[in-house]
Structures are given as structure tokens and as C-alpha cells.
């Protein structure tokens, strides 16, 4: 099939190319849009009893959970006539919007309840409120409201933080970013594509390639966010995965056809060829990649699924514009692939000596091989135990839910989540509320309630309609609002502490301690945090067995042997661990917060780690597919021996490994646009991603991979004779492509 493919894009290469153009125009124009159209939740689902309690509240006792938080600083006190102008104004703004509800504020709250509402220096005094709408409408909403409340510079200032206001904030920082990424990424990576290539002719092919698989992507994107909702967040994936994808199959495929050209072969014959077998591996590849980054399916969440939904789409639009478009460019470039060739002058420039190509026994890499193999044992236990060490930190993870510390200090709700957390006794954003909706009782019993719930240490107030308590003692009367004789009753309880801490859920397992009057759901940042990360990591051995099988399975039928898939999975998940080990000691720990710009908050958001896994642990796989492709043909071209073994491993990796390093700093390039993100979390997506992307093709492929491969020998190769016979009927065989205008050289690379 890929032959008629390439004989098709051979013939009609000016056709193919305009088909193309258009439709990236199409799609371009179709996603250009798409921001608008995505949401900024998807963290959670229905089924969760956080959740449950938010919509019995929202549904019957509308504004007892705040989302909207508004800071009045005054640079004198907050008592001042400037204060409560201001205050009264956007009291009016609030009162007067139909999507807002539960307006509490300090200057019209109950005396004996204002104090709580007032900063302890006294300069900061605050304004609640509840925003309506689901997760696409709420941080648009706050968003409006922010613009038309927010005074940043006078003798009063408001600023407005908040659940609501948070999302609202990441959105827009995203959308920064992602521009910002990309003005980073594609200059730094079109100079080091024309480093890598040698010249400007085949460095400007791969990013055509990568804007017509974002600008697909793009489009697609759009339209799934008309059938389903799309996390905004997949945005990243979709630019960086598209741009670096493009990079590494448009060079394995350019590498090849530059070969053919090289050995004689004519323009056609050479695109031919190199779309046979390399273009063959690209589609084997995308395939992997593909699955690996399906496994987000599995998880309830739509944050997840987006990032399947973008990474399928991005994957299956670059490897389709790598074997059907890329062709019919190289056809229309022909033997011009080398116009504007750098190394000449560069070389001249630097006063080095002229380039001359080396056979494959001379490079760097074989020797690096031949190197390692002469002591595989002594390589595979130190890059083991390297790893290992890297990996530690992750035996002390802490995951937590994302929230206004993930932004920049200088954003206006990450200045308001920073004075609710050191300026007042009680964090009124992170308060628990418990929801009791089957009950029917006496006030008596919710006093009770109420009283053994502050009794919990660094539990500052509980509010309920029958008291105010604190560490046992009545201090105020009810809210008479808390409770309704048909709808049940709901408890506030304040806390001191980080909820999402260790501290923050061993308060939550407490206070779930406590004997309630009825079922009661509780709700809040905490419990928001303990749920999600229940329901996550439900569904992660489930998608951890999906991803090693398929991987098993398709490295199977690539390579006909059961040994190598299983030392790929091991390697890869190894690799993995010293990468997330790596962002625990930096991000959890925070030891390079300072140099990187983020604020560490003693955890890592859940989320990032298993995107990290899927992505990362698809890329590693691709480049085992392209060096395995070559190590593979030349075990098939050589003895069957121990020292055949040995020899195919070496020239294996001799031929490839400038190839796929080079793709791993590009791809890396890519990921490093997206680690510039003022949100940490997509800092930490970005640093992890590049990571593990420079460590697999340098730790893991030239090291212990080669060594691992020679300690098994011809090992390596071996499956069941019953494997044999399904391998020989459904597995790779590249030698089916090969036709009169391809010659065979077994002594040329496969990529």
C-alpha cells in the first residue's frame, strides 16, 4: 500500500501538495477558533460524592459554596470610606448579575461574623459570591466579571480570585504561553533543523510537515468540541506533539531518501524507496504512538480524553503528511534536497577542517557500541543504578488538585489566594462544606454536629443554622439560611490548613470521623482533591496493562521476537521513573523553583505524570521502533551468532544513532517551548517530556540498551515456533515493497 501511496505522490506531486495546502487552509480556518470552544475543567466527574454534594448545593441552596473571592486592599485600613465605596460598588455589580448568587461580604455580614472577612493587618477585607455554569461557562463569566470589577492601581484595589477566577486566569495564561511556545520553539528549531539537515532546502520540509499536522489537528479538534467536551489544556499537546512528530518522521524519511540519492538512486526511485522502508517504520510508529496515547481513554475524566483525542489526531496527521505529502515535496525538490547547504560555510566560518563522510565502523556511535559491549555487565548495572537513584524521589510523591499557585505571583487570583493564605486565620476559599440532604431532624442534633466538628484540630469555625462553634464552644448564633425542613442542611467548616497537603487530608479522613446526623457528603478543596486522585488512580492499572500490551503486541510483529519487546517496555518504564523521580525532587520538592519561576506546594497535580507516561513512553517507543528497524535488517542480512548479534547491534545503532539523537534534542526543543508556560503544571509537562525524551536516546539507547542486547545474544531473537508461524503471516516484512525501481542493498540503512 505505501508503494502505490509513494508512486501516487510520485506522479501527481503538484496535485498531492495543493490537495494539501487547502486542506491545511481548511482546517486552519476551521480551528482557528477552537480555543473558545474548549473547556478548562474535566478533573472530576459526576459520580464522585464532592461532586454530588456541589450540585445538591448549587441546586438547593444556591451560593453556599463561593467560587468568586474579591479582595478590597486599602492602603491604610479597609474600614476606610475609600474601601467601602469601592465595596459597595461591586456589591451592586454582583447583586445586579442574574449568574451570581450568595453575595457575602465583610461591611454586610453580622457583626459577630464580619471579623472573619477581615485581614489581620486589617488592609485586606473580602467579597464572596457564587458564579453559575459548568466548566465551559464559569471561567468565561468570572473572566467578564474580573475585567469590570478588577482595580489594579489607587488607594483601594480589587482583585478577584477564587475557584472561578482561577480557571478563568489559567485559560488566558495557556493562550499566552502557547503563542509564546511556539515563537520559542519553531525559530531555535528551524536553526537546529538546518544544523542537523546540512541545508535550508531540507530543513524547511519538516516544518512544513508539522504546520499542516497542527493546523489538522486543529481542525479536528474543533470539530470533536461540537460532539464532546475538549480540555484546553490539550492545546499544548496538539502544537508540541504535531511540530515534533513532523520533525522526527520527516528526518528519518529526508535521511533516507538523501542516502538513495547519494548511492545513485534517482529522485523517484529514491522517494520510493525511502517511503518502503522508512516511510513503513514512520506508519508503525504512529501506530504505537497512537495506542500508547489511547490508553487515556480508559480514565472517566474528559481531561484525559482530550489529550487522547489530540494526541491520536496530531499522530495520524503527521504520519499521513509524512508518507503521502512529504513525497510528492521531495519529488518536486529532487536532487536540490542539499540548496543553501550550511556545513560548508559554517565549517569555513569556525576554521574547521572540510566534512568528510564517515563509514558506518568509523563514527562515534559504533565505537560507543563495540565500547559498551565489551563490558555489558559492568554498563547495565551503573545506567541501572542511575536511573534507579533518579527515580527514588518518586517513592515520596504527593499528588494535588491544581489551583491558583500554579500561576505566576504577579496574576491577579494567584495575589488573591496568597493573602487568603497567609493574612487570615481561616482560608475561606478551602473551606469543607458538609452536605446532609436526607436530613429531617432537630436543630438539637445539627448542634451537636457542628460542635464535634470543630472539636478537629486546626479547624478554626463550623457553621451551621444552629451555632457557630469553635474547638467546642459556641461563639455565634446559627445561619438559619444553612438548613431547609424539605431540602436537608449543609455545615461550613473552616481550615487553617493546606488542603492539599498531607495535614489537609488527614483533617478530611477526620472529619469523615465524626458521627453525622445523616448521610452527609463533603465537599470542598480537599475533598475535591482525595476524590479525584481515588477515581485516577482506579483506572491506572487498567491502562497501564493496555499500553504494555499493545506494545508487546505490535513490537512483536515488528520484530518477531518476545524478547525485545519485554526489555523495550522495562527499559522505557525505567527511563520513565528517573524522569518523574526528577520532577518529584523539582516540582514537589522544589528545588529548582527559584531558576525555573513556580511556586512548590509540597505535591504534583496527578494528571501530569500519566500524560507524561503516555506521551513519553509513546516517543521512547518510536525510537525503538527506528533503531530496532535497522538492527533488525542487519541481524537478517548477517550470521546468526553470537558475534552476528553483536555486529548488528553495533552498525544498527552506528547508522541511526545521529539520526534519532538528533530528533530527540528537536523534539525536546519543542517540549522546552512548553516548559516556558507561567503555569507550572504545563512547566513540569514540558521539562518532564524533554527529559525523558534526552535520556531515552542517550542513556537508554546507547547504553543500556546495547549492552542488555549483547548480554542476551542470539537470545534476543527468540520466540515460540508457534509465535514464528503468526509472525511469518501477520508481521512486518519489508522485503514485500521492494520492487525493480528500488534496488535491494542490504548494506543501506532501513531509516
Known amino acids: 500500500m505505501l508503494t502505490k501511496i509513494a508512486r501516487t505522490a510520485v506522479a501527481r506531486p503538484r496535485w498531492v501538495v495543493a490537495v494539501a495546502l487547502l486542506l491545511m487552509i481548511l482546517c486552519g480556518a476551521i480551528g482557528a477558533t477552537v480555543h473558545s470552544h474548549m473547556k478548562s475543567g474535566g478533573f472530576v466527574t459526576d459520580d464522585l460524592d464532592s461532586v454530588q454534594a456541589s450540585q445538591y448545593l448549587n441546586d438547593h441552596f444556591p451560593g453556599s459554596e463561593p467560587n468568586f473571592v474579591l479582595t478590597i486592599s486599602a492602603e491604610g485600613v479597609a474600614d476606610s470610606a475609600e474601601a467601602r465605596a469601592a465595596a459597595d460598588h461591586a456589591i451592586a455589580v454582583l447583586d445586579a448579575n442574574p449568574e451570581v448568587s450568595g453575595v457575602q461580604s465583610y461591611w454586610t455580614a453580622r457583626p459577630d461574623l464580619k471579623q472573619a472577612m477581615l485581614s489581620k493587618d486589617r488592609k485586606h477585607a473580602l467579597i464572596l459570591a457564587s458564579i453559575a455554569g459548568d466548566d465551559a461557562e464559569l471561567p468565561d463569566r468570572a473572566a467578564k466579571l474580573s475585567e469590570q470589577l478588577q482595580v489594579e492601581n489607587g488607594p483601594v484595589t480589587v482583585k478577584a480570585g477564587g475557584l472561578a477566577a482561577t480557571f478563568a486566569d489559567i485559560n488566558t495564561q495557556i493562550s499566552k504561553d502557547l503563542i509564546i511556545a511556539e515563537a520559542i520553539a519553531i525559530p531555535i528549531t528551524g ?57 522526527d518522521y520527516s528526518l528519518f524519511i529526508v535521511s533516507r531518501y538523501r542516502e538513495e540519492l547519494t548511492a545513485g538512486a534517482t529522485p523517484t526511485a529514491a522517494v520510493t524507496r525511502a517511503i518502503q522502508t522508512a516511510g513503513r517504520t514512520v506508519v508503525y510508529s504512529a501506530l504505537v504512538v497512537a495506542l500508547s496515547l489511547s490508553a487515556l481513554l480508559v480514565f472517566p475524566q474528559y481531561f484525559f480524553k482530550s489529550f487522547a483525542y489530540a494526541g491520536i489526531a496530531v499522530v495520524a496527521a503527521a504520519a499521513a503528511a509524512a508518507v503521502i505529502v512529504l513525497p510528492a515535496l521531495l519529488i518536486l525538490v529532487g536532487h536540490r534536497i542539499d540548496a543553501g547547504d550550511l556545513r560548508a560555510p559554517m565549517r569555513r566560518l569556525f576554521r574547521l577542517a572540510p566534512r568528510a563522510e564517515k563509514a558506518p565502523r568509523q563514527t562515534f556511535w559504533y565505537g560507543l557500541v563495540i565500547a559498551v559491549m565489551k563490558r555489558p555487565m559492568s554498563i547495565a548495572l551503573a545506567a541501572t543504578a542511575f536511573l534507579l537513584l533518579l527515580g527514588s524521589p518518586f517513592l515520596g510523591v504527593q499528588f494535588g488538585y491544581p489551583d491558583d499557585r500554579s500561576l505566576p505571583t504577579d496574576v491577579a487570583s494567584r495575589e488573591v489566594g496568597d493573602i487568603l493564605r497567609t493574612e487570615f486565620d481561616a482560608d475561606l476559599a478551602s473551606s469543607a462544606t458538609i452536605a446532609l440532604p436526607e436530613f429531617r431532624g432537630s436543630a438539637a442534633e445539627l448542634d451537636a454536629y457542628a460542635r464535634e466538628l470543630s472539636k478537629v484540630p486546626d479547624v478554626p469555625a463550623v457553621l451551621s443554622s444552629a451555632a457557630v462553634y469553635r474547638n467546642g464552644l459556641r461563639v455565634a448564633a446559627g445561619v438559619p439560611e444553612m438548613s431547609d425542613p424539605q431540602h436537608g442542611a449543609y455545615l461550613s467548616v473552616a ?113 501530569m505524570p500519566i500524560l507524561m507516561f503516555s506521551l513519553a513512553f509513546g516517543a521512547s517507543m518510536d525510537y525503538e521502533v527506528f533503531l530496532l528497524s535497522r538492527i533488525r535488517e542487519e541481524w537478517l542480512a548477517g550470521p546468526k551468532t553470537t558475534e552476528g548479534n553483536t555486529e548488528a547491534v553495533a552498525m544498527g545503532v552506528a547508522r541511526t544513532g545521529r539520526i534519532f539523537t538528533a530528533a530527540a534534542l528537536l523534539m525536546s526543543i519543542v517540549f522546552l517551548g512548553v516548559a516556558t508556560s507561567g503555569v507550572s503544571m504545563m512547566k513540569l509537562f514540558g521539562l518532564g517530556c524533554a527529559l525523558a525524551v534526552i535520556s531515552d536516546a542517550t542513556v537508554i539507547r546507547g547504553l543500556l540498551a546495547p549492552a542488555l542486547m549483547r548480554m542476551m545474544g542470539t537470545w534476543n531473537w527468540w520466540s515460540p515456533k508457534p509465535l514464528v508461524v503468526l509472525h511469518n503471516k501477520f508481521g512486518l516484512d519489508e522485503a514485500e515493497d521492494v520492487t525493480h525501481d528500488a534496488p535491494k542493498r542490504l548494506d543501506s540503512a532501513s531509516v
Do not use: C
Request: aromatic share 6%; hydrophobic share 60%.
Open 495 to 607: 481550615t487553617s490548613l493546606d488542603p492539599y497537603s498531607d495535614a489537609g487530608g488527614a483533617q478530611l479522613d477526620t472529619l469523615r470521623t465524626v458521627a453525622a446526623p445523616s448521610k452527609a457528603l463533603i465537599t470542598g478543596p480537599a475533598a475535591l482533591n482525595q476524590d479525584s486522585v481515588n477515581a485516577i488512580t482506579g483506572k491506572l492499572p487498567l491502562a497501564g496493562a493496555l499500553i504494555a500490551l499493545t506494545t508487546l503486541v505490535l513490537l512483536f510483529l515488528f520484530t518477531g521476537s518476545v524478547v525485545l519487546p519485554i526489555k523495550a517496555l522495562i527499559l522505557n518504564i525505567l527511563s520513565l521513573a528517573a524522569t518523574f523521580g526528577a520532577m518529584v525532587w523539582i516540582f514537589q520538592e522544589g528545588h529548582l523553583s527559584e531558576l525555573l519561576g513556580f511556586t512548590a506546594t509540597g505535591t504534583l497535580n496527578l494528571a
Open 191 to 247: 536553526l537546529l533543523l538546518a544544523l542537523v539537515f546540512g541545508s535550508l532546502m531540507a530543513a524547511a520540509l519538516p516544518v512544513a510537515i508539522g504546520l499542516f499536522a497542527i493546523a489538522a489537528s486543529l481542525g479536528i479538534l474543533r470539530v470533536l468540541t461540537a460532539l464532546t467536551d475538549v480540555s484546553i489544556f490539550a492545546l499544548n499537546m496538539t502544537t508540541a506533539l504535531g511540530l515534533a512528530l513532523a520533525i
